[in-house]
């Protein structure tokens, strides 16, 4: 997760971090102080921690061991960071199907668009079930979404090619009167990102991607952020039963879960307020600002190379 550059041990040697899948690489600063500052620290204190931790790092390493290590570190200023996972991980936790179609359904409606769900329409050849029609002024998007249970995994080539047989399909059925829908935009919307095979076809036939940091600086993660649409399950305490009662009950975000005025049946009142509690103090640590930092962190980045 959290990778450091050019960063050396006492003896010299470049330190090198074991990645999720036994994966060795260099530890990246940059890469941890981005990764610190999603979890909802301000730019300074993103900066001494992040510092702090590459004069602790070793090679061999885990990437786990520094998350925990960050959250440590972190909990000391910020308590409530210590209630949360982070972004990646709250998304991966969700139930994928309708919830996650849902959710990403909702983010776009906060985001200005009108948005149909799970909505059949007539195709040329057949009918297609799409999980999201967004519209907004002169754009009609279909919206072809897909979750991962895993943040490290990779939507696959055989997703994008659906997608576009199902777009042409569509289009065809606008030209034949099938359909008064004409969409001129195909987003695969996913918590996490397209495999190298599927992100090369989705350019090369005109298929747009929304995923985690996909487009870079203006993914899902920063959509999530700047409206402070975070999932229900960034909540470390949540239990799998009471995320899947909470949904049910349409109840989704932290923001929701904050709102809500009353319980819901399943969930004792105590322990339903003191998921509430939780949610209204990580929603205090959310701030625009940090997504903003993260772009403005990466800018001078870039600058700085």
Known sequence: MFLLNETHSEDGNVVEIVKWDGRREQFDLDKLRHSILRLGAPLELAKSVSEQIEREAYSGMTSKEIFDLVT????????????????????ARMKGGSEFEEYVRLIFRAHGYSVKGNTVV?????????DGIA???????YLEIKHHSSPHSYTPFDVT???KAKWDDLQSGHE?????YCFNRVLVVSNTRLSAHARQYAECVGIGH????????????CMIEEKGLYPITVLKALHEEERDILS???????????????????????????LKDQAAKIMKTRLQ???DSVRQDLADTKGRK
């Open 72 to 91: 440590a570190k972190l909990r000391t200023h910020e308590p409530a960071i210590s209630l949360r996972e982070d972004l990646k991980t709250g998304l």
């Open 176 to 180: 034949s009167g099938s359909t008064s």
């Open 248 to 274: 049910g009950n349409g109840i989704l975000t932290l923001q929701q879960l904050e709102a809500a005025t009353t319980g819901v049946d399943g969930i004792q009142e105590s322990r339903f307020n003191e």
């Open 210 to 221: 929304l995923g985690w940091n996909t487009p870079p600086g203006r993914g899902l993660d």
């Open 122 to 130: 007539q195709g040329r050849c057949v009918t297609h079930e799409i």
């Open 135 to 141: 519209e907004r002024d002169d754009e009609c998007i």
């Open 161 to 163: 090619l659906a997608a």
């Open 289 to 291: 600002e940090n997504c």
